[in-house]
T-cell receptor, first 112, second 114 residues
Framework: GNSVTQMEGPVTLSEEAFLTINCTYT??????LFWYVQYPGEGLQLLLK?????DKGSNKGFEATYRKETTSFHLEKGSVQVSDSAVYFC???????????FGSGTRLSIRP | KAGVTQTPRYLIKTRGQQVTLSCSPI?????VSWYQQTPGQGLQFLFE???????NKGNFPGRFSGRQFSNSRSEMNVSTLELGDSALYLC?????????????FGSGTRLTVV
C-alpha cells in the first residue's frame, strides 16, 4: 500500500536529551520524504525533506536520513529544547496523485 | 513574502448549513491543496487544484467541493453540514508538484458545527 507509520506518542523528554522519532513508509518506487512540525493553534511547517535514497535532510538541529533498505526516515535531534514541544508529522509524496500522505503525528513534550 | 492566508480563522455553523472557506496561496504558487485535520482521523486529503483544474480528489462525499480562480486563490465549500465536519481545515500551496517540493501550509480554519 501507500502509507506512513510513525511512533505513537506522546513522547516526553527532559531538556537537552537526545530525540528519535521513528518513521517508516510503504511505497512503490522512491518517493520524496518529509518531516513537518505543528505548533499549537497553527498549521504545519516543513521541517526538512529528502528526495532520494541516502539523502540527509536537516534544519534547526533536526536531521533525518532517507534509508531505502529499511524504508525509514527517522527524525533525530541531539539536544532538544522546551521550544521543540510540538506535534511532528512524517510524510511521503504520492507522485501519481499530486499529494502528500501524512503519518498520524507524534506529540513531543520537553520538560525544562 | 506573504505566506498562505486562510480566512476566516474560526467559524461556528449549525448543522444543515453550508460554509465557504478561502485560501490565498503564496505568490507564484499554482498548486493549492486542502486537508481536513481531526484528532481521530488525522490529516486527510480533500483535493488539489493546479491552474484552475482539479488534479486529484480524496475520499470525501460530494458535499465537499472546491475551486481555484485564475489568480490561484482557492475556495472550498461544504454543503449540508454535519456534526462530523467539525475540524481544522488546512490549505497548502506548492510551486508546482507538492509530492516532491512539499507544501507551505496556512494556519487553518477551525470549523465547529453545532
Amino acid at each position: 500500500g501507500n502509507s506512513v507509520t510513525q511512533m505513537e506518542g506522546p513522547v516526553t523528554l527532559s531538556e537537552e536529551a537526545f530525540l528519535t522519532i521513528n518513521c517508516t513508509y510503504t511505497a512503490t518506487g522512491y518517493p520524496s520524504l518529509f518531516w513537518y512540525v505543528q505548533y499549537p493553534g497553527e498549521g504545519l511547517q516543513l521541517l526538512l525533506k529528502a528526495t532520494k535514497a541516502d539523502d540527509k535532510g536537516s534544519n534547526k538541529g533536526f536531521e533525518a536520513t532517507y534509508r531505502k533498505e529499511t524504508t525509514s526516515f527517522h527524525l533525530e535531534k541531539g539536544s532538544v529544547q522546551v521550544s521543540d514541544s510540538a506535534v511532528y508529522f512524517c510524510a511521503r509524496g504520492y507522485s501519481s496523485a499530486s499529494k502528500i500522505i501524512f503519518g498520524s503525528g507524534t506529540r513531543l513534550s520537553i520538560r525544562p | 513574502k506573504a505566506g498562505v492566508t486562510q480566512t476566516p480563522r474560526y467559524l461556528i455553523k449549525t448543522r444543515g448549513q453550508q460554509v465557504t472557506l478561502s485560501c490565498s496561496p503564496i505568490s507564484g504558487h499554482r498548486s493549492v491543496s486542502w486537508y481536513q485535520q481531526t484528532p481521530g482521523q488525522g490529516l486527510q486529503f480533500l483535493f488539489e487544484y493546479f491552474s484552475e483544474t482539479q488534479r486529484n480528489k480524496g475520499n470525501f462525499p460530494g458535499r465537499f467541493s472546491g475551486r481555484q480562480f485564475s489568480n490561484s486563490r482557492s475556495e472550498m465549500n461544504v454543503s449540508t453540514l454535519e456534526l462530523g465536519d467539525s475540524a481544522l481545515y488546512l490549505c497548502a500551496s506548492s510551486l508546482e508538484d507538492p509530492e516532491t517540493g512539499g507544501y507551505t501550509f496556512g494556519s487553518g480554519t477551525r470549523l465547529t458545527v453545532v
